[in-house]
């Protein structure tokens, strides 16, 4: 990854944490007057930094500029959580593990390629899906146990269907190029760290941060498009933003989905509920909800 490329990309994601709602634009938006939703007040992130260039917060969040220094300051004012400060730090230093992609998937030249042919079986899958307090997707995190079918297997697809999230390969790879794999999923394919030959398993770990501008529909599903004989799926709600009802449910589809089946279910004391499947096989299940 190029010089210019890693600072733009670390830009992006810190711009991504301080435009959406939570904690760290609450931080700013304190010494702002009202600002949309989609802006973010240049100023008064300068005043939370106490810079001695005040224009070193425009210039970072709108990726011109951004230095190890000025992340530090960043993490500092704001009291970025660990995690999200190890990943600007990940881009900064051009990690291939982590990346960031943002309103560049709507170019027209987007290659569209078809999903490929499973390659792989998935022994176990485990999913944290998290929302935030205005009840979009923030934060998701997978962990997979898969085993090759084949020889020589090198990646496996992970599909997403927002415009602006960051990747974090945790365990077990790298990030690849983006590409639409349908009308209205766009995907990357996960470079294994070492090709897996047939019956070889590996542990894949992926941490995902989104920012949808759009509202998605209210609900959370995970397609099996082989078979798994271990997967759990979690959904946790915001304490500001609680959903009237849940439901466990099974779709037809992943694009232009119908509910087939469906069960009401309740919050637990963590405001989230979740489902584990002994088996599942070519199926889409998952939740959805009222607000």
């Excluded at 569209?112 to 999913?127: D, G, K, M, N, Y």
């Excluded at 990747?167 to 690849?176: E, T, Y």
Aim: hydrophobic share 40%.
């Amino acid at each position: 990854m190029g010089d210019d490329d890693r600072v733009r990309q670390a830009c992006a994601f810190l711009r991504m944490l301080l435009l959406r709602p939570g904690e760290y634009r609450a931080t700013w938006e304190r010494t702002a007057p009202p600002t949309p939703p989609e802006e973010i007040n240049y100023a008064a992130v300068a005043a939370v930094l106490k810079a001695a260039d005040p224009d070193a917060a425009r210039r970072a969040l709108e990726g011109e500029a951004l230095d190890t220094d000025l992340l530090a300051e960043f993490t500092r004012a704001f009291s970025l959580r660990p995690r999200h400060a190890e990943r600007l730090a990940d881009l900064l230093r051009g990690s291939p593990a982590v990346r960031v992609i943002n309103g560049d998937l709507r170019a027209p030249n987007l290659v569209r390629r078809a999903a490929p042919t499973t390659q792989h079986e998935t022994l176990s899958l485990h999913e944290l899906h998290v929302l935030g307090p205005d009840g979009k997707p923030a934060e998701h995190q997978t962990i997979q146990l898969i085993r090759s079918t084949v020889d020589g297997l090198e990646s496996l697809p992970l599909r997403f269907d927002t415009e602006e999230l960051v990747i974090d390969v945790v365990r077990g790879g790298r990030v690849g190029e983006v590409y639409q794999a349908s009308d209205t999923l766009y995907a990357v394919d996960l470079l294994l760290g070492t090709p897996l030959n047939r019956g070889e398993t590996a542990l894949m770990q992926v941490r995902m941060n989104f920012f949808y501008r759009a509202t998605p529909p209210p609900e959370f599903r995970r397609g099996v498009l082989g078979a798994t004989k271990d997967l759990t799926l979690w959904v946790s709600f915001h304490p500001d933003r609680l959903p009237k009802r849940v439901w466990q449910a099974r779709w037809d589809a992943l694009d232009h989905a119908k509910v087939i089946d469906r069960e009401l279910v309740e919050l637990d004391n963590e405001r989230s509920v979740n489902c584990r499947f002994d088996a599942v096989e070519r199926a889409i299940v998952g939740f959805y909800w009222e607000w």
